[in-house]
């Protein structure tokens, strides 16, 4: 029965241009038979200097260049940046500005949970039709986008002390009809894959992630929150204005990708809560800080960390100021990056057909990871 | 029982297939050449530059201040300043763009040209169909390509267009009034009006003025008139 290869391991190369891997990511991967034995991620291939162009070019001109960190995310992106420099500066935000942040944010993760949970189904083999209904709605969030910041991904929307355009009564009713919408959209995905066994059996008991390992590993966003830690970067910080809004933080018992998988689903249950409040109570109002100078801005000497929660975990921006018109250095914590190295911990005794859904699960743009 | 949840997913997308062909909802796809969505009032794309009037050459609102340039984060415009001023469409004298280039290839539609120009004089554009067969030059838009005149701003961007005449319009009349505040001032302050060859001295006698002036006492009379 025992042929020469037993004990040997066999070593794949895969990717870079899978079309599961989200982009070009590639992983060595040492099989024996079907099962992993060791996992090397190779990442780089999209790396394009983001810092150092950071570095070189001024505060604002930095602004459209994180909106293609995450390209899923350009909102949420927009606004860790301009929290940082906000933080920096000291800088007041309009009250109007802040709501319009919240709504983008939440809209944001929306849009980003819906079309992660249809690649993740892709992932798995269900080719198309769940990420075609997961993109139907991801479309209509984005027309939201282009109506108001002018793009669909590459928004650019988030100024230092605001925003860049208000949005009007007719925008603010659009939007509010799509949340309204919404949920009916995610209870016919739920019923769609939740109960589906495949499903069940495909992600149940694969991909464990252990709360000691994902907080030793600096695990954030709905990856940690799967693991039962209770940490939200909206409850803990308290950034913009969400201690305002009533949301409960979904957690999940077992870490593994059932978890995370029913982790959006939920979360974005809980955004649509905060956008139903924030459309509520939006007011008129002033959008953007008029002391805040878009000419020649030169921030004072000194250093700020500005985070948010993210889609995909906590995204920060860290900079240091000397003065000048550009930073002297910037610093992007990527939610995916970071959550993307206990990759091969998750990985091990599963068969390669799972490390595809386990790393769907995670939720990575290469974008954010290479930088 | 298994197979339920694969059932309840099937009824899912049968009614997603049934939907697709009657429901509003469901029905979102646009044949796209005969067919367009309309592009909304915000959506930018690549920069043009606005002029007045009717000469794309003489009403260019463009001064060449080169803002942009500096604050472009992808570095693809390319401005040199003109030697000679030209009256700009308020009548002023200003400088010009004796080239101003976009390289489109690069320009990543992020609008802050738009908002540091302090002229208005560059605008975002709508027009999104410009794939050429070329490969360099055919991307790189010349001043002629990229001066589109206001009435076609008006166009494209109908409410923004709008407020921006208003603050043109705003800031002209200010300037107008100061003038006029100014020549008011200037002739109420008239009686007492310096000597006639000092007013009407070009260059060199001011400069000669000038120096005059370093050497006499303050509170003493033109050192002009003393001199000639």
Not at chain 1, 266 to 284: D, F, G, T, V, W
């Given at each position: 029965m025992s042929s020469?290869?037993?004990?040997?391991?066999?070593?794949?190369?895969?990717?870079?241009?899978?079309?599961?891997?989200?982009?070009?990511?590639?992983?060595?991967?040492a099989l024996e038979g079907e099962i992993v034995r060791k996992l090397k991620p190779v990442f780089g291939y999209l790396h394009r200097n983001h810092e150092k162009i950071g570095e070189n070019a001024t505060y604002l001109s930095s602004m459209p260049y994180t909106d293609r960190l995450d390209y899923f995310c350009s909102m949420t992106n927009n606004w860790a940046y301009?929290?940082?420099?906000?933080?920096?500066?000291?800088?007041?935000?309009?009250?109007?500005?802040?709501?319009?942040?919240?709504?983008?944010?939440?809209?944001?993760?929306?849009q980003n949970h819906a079309s992660l949970l249809g690649f993740l189904l892709s992932d798995m083999g269900a080719w198309g039709t769940p990420l075609m209904y997961a993109f139907r709605e991801r479309e209509k969030i984005l027309d939201l986008f282009e109506s108001l910041s002018g793009s669909r991904m590459m928004c650019d929307y988030m100024r230092f002390g605001g925003?860049?355009?208000?949005?009007?009564?007719?925008?603010?009713?659009?939007?509010?009809?799509?949340?309204?919408r919404f949920p009916k959209f995610l209870d016919e995905f739920e019923q769609l894959i939740l109960q589906n066994e495949i499903v069940i059996a495909r992600t149940q008991n694969v991909g464990k992630l252990s709360a000691?390992?994902?907080?030793?590993?600096?695990?954030?966003?709905?990856?940690?929150?799967?693991?039962?830690?209770?940490?939200?970067?909206?409850?803990?910080d308290g950034y913009g204005f969400y201690p305002r809004f009533k949301f409960r933080i979904p957690l999940g018992d077992h870490g593994d990708?059932?978890?995370?998988?029913?982790?959006?689903?939920?979360?974005?249950?809980?955004?649509?809560?905060?956008?139903?409040?924030?459309?509520?109570?939006?007011?008129?109002?002033?959008?953007?800080?008029p002391k805040v100078k878009i000419r020649a801005f030169r921030p004072p000497i000194g250093e700020a960390y500005g985070r948010i929660e993210g889609p995909k975990g906590e995204l920060g921006f860290y900079l240091i100021s000397d003065g000048g018109p550009n930073p002297y250095r910037y610093r992007v914590r990527p939610p995916s990056f970071i959550n993307l190295t206990v990759l091969e911990d998750l990985c091990l005794g599963h068969t390669?057909?799972?490390?595809?859904?386990?790393l769907g699960s995670i939720d990575i743009v290469m974008g954010e990871v290479d930088r | 029982m298994i197979g339920i949840g694969i059932l309840r997913g099937m009824a899912v997308t049968l009614r997603n297939f049934a939907g697709s062909y009657f429901e509003e909802d469901r029905l979102t796809t646009v044949q796209y050449p005969e067919e367009r969505s309309p592009l909304p009032e915000n959506y930018r794309n690549f920069p043009i530059l606005i002029y007045d009037t009717e000469d794309a050459e003489a009403g260019l609102r463009c001064v060449a201040c080169k803002i942009c340039e500096k604050e472009c984060p992808p570095q693809c415009i390319y401005i040199i300043k003109s030697e000679d001023k030209k009256p700009d469409y308020m009548g002023k004298p200003q400088f010009y763009p004796k080239v101003f280039d976009i390289d489109i290839s690069v320009c990543m539609s992020c609008q802050i040209c738009v908002e540091v120009c302090p002229f208005e004089a560059i605008k975002m554009d709508k027009d999104f169909e410009l794939s050429k067969r070329e490969r360099f030059d055919a991307l790189l838009f010349r001043k002629e390509e990229?001066?589109?005149?206001?009435?076609?701003?008006?166009?494209?961007?109908?409410?923004?267009?709008?407020?921006?005449?208003?603050?043109?319009?705003?800031?002209?009349?200010?300037?107008?009034a100061k003038k006029k505040a100014a020549a008011a001032a200037a002739a109420a302050a008239k009686p007492p009006a310096p000597n006639p060859t000092t007013?009407?001295?070009?260059?060199?006698a001011s400069a000669e003025l000038r120096r005059g002036e370093s050497t006499s006492a303050p509170g003493e009379a033109p050192p002009a008139t003393t001199k000639s």
């Open positions: 020469r290869l037993d004990g040997e391991l066999l070593e794949v190369s895969m990717g870079p241009q899978h079309p599961s891997t989200h982009g070009v990511f590639r992983m060595n991967v301009a929290l940082s420099v906000e933080k920096l500066v000291g800088i007041e935000v309009p009250e109007r500005a802040e709501f319009l942040r919240i709504i983008l944010a939440e809209l944001t993760r929306l925003c860049r355009v208000d949005a009007d009564d007719d925008w603010l009713g659009r939007a509010k009809q799509i949340v309204d000691e390992l994902a907080i030793s590993a600096g695990i954030t966003g709905p990856m940690l929150r799967a693991c039962g830690v209770n940490y939200d970067i909206r409850k803990v990708t059932y978890d995370r998988l029913m982790m959006r689903a939920l979360e974005m249950r809980e955004s649509i809560e905060i956008l139903k409040q924030a459309l509520a109570q939006i007011q008129p109002g002033p959008i953007v800080n390669v057909a799972d490390v595809m859904v386990i | 990229l001066s589109k005149s206001n009435e076609y701003y008006h166009r494209i961007h109908p409410v923004e267009a709008a407020a921006v005449d208003k603050n043109l319009a705003d800031a002209a009349a200010a300037a107008e007013s009407s001295a070009p260059g060199p």
